[in-house]
């Protein structure tokens, strides 16, 4: 069985900015106001023969989304982003977030940022590929601490009404 959490209804809603280093258009920062829609495959289970509880796969879904909500996404394994202080082959992601400030480099330009600003997501690109798929990984991983009945988390990002990527997690 299938269920269906639509984003817009659900609140399940973020604005952020970000940067995809080297693309002709995508390069420079720019932000959008995204939405999650979150499909959940699996077996009926448990006293109320559900497949999830909604309020489980929305409010998991929401956290994400609060923690990415008004901030710069920057992808800390992307090869064109050079860090200052930091060795992506070595050091950890939450050094970054323990930092009053981020100092990095994209295609030459310079960036100095307060580490609150940003969320440092352990990916090669913000792309809406990427983060559907980080979503899907991440409520895939959250639910089966408490669901063993579930196939498959599938996640779409969208970037605004009509553009959007889908990432499916077979569990």
Known sequence: M??????????????????IPGHESCGFIHGHSYFVDVEIEGERAGEF???VDFKDVKGYAKAICDELDHRLLIPVYNNLIDFKDFDKDKDSIFNLKDKKSVYFKIDGKGYSLPSVDCVFLPLPYTSAEELSKFFAETLAKKLSETYDNLQSVSVCVNEGIGQGATYRKEL
């Not at 299938?2 to 940067?19: D, E, M, Q, T």
């Open 49 to 51: 023969e559900f497949v």
């Open 2 to 19: 299938k269920i269906l959490v639509s984003g817009i209804p659900s609140n399940l809603r973020f604005s952020s900015a970000h940067v």
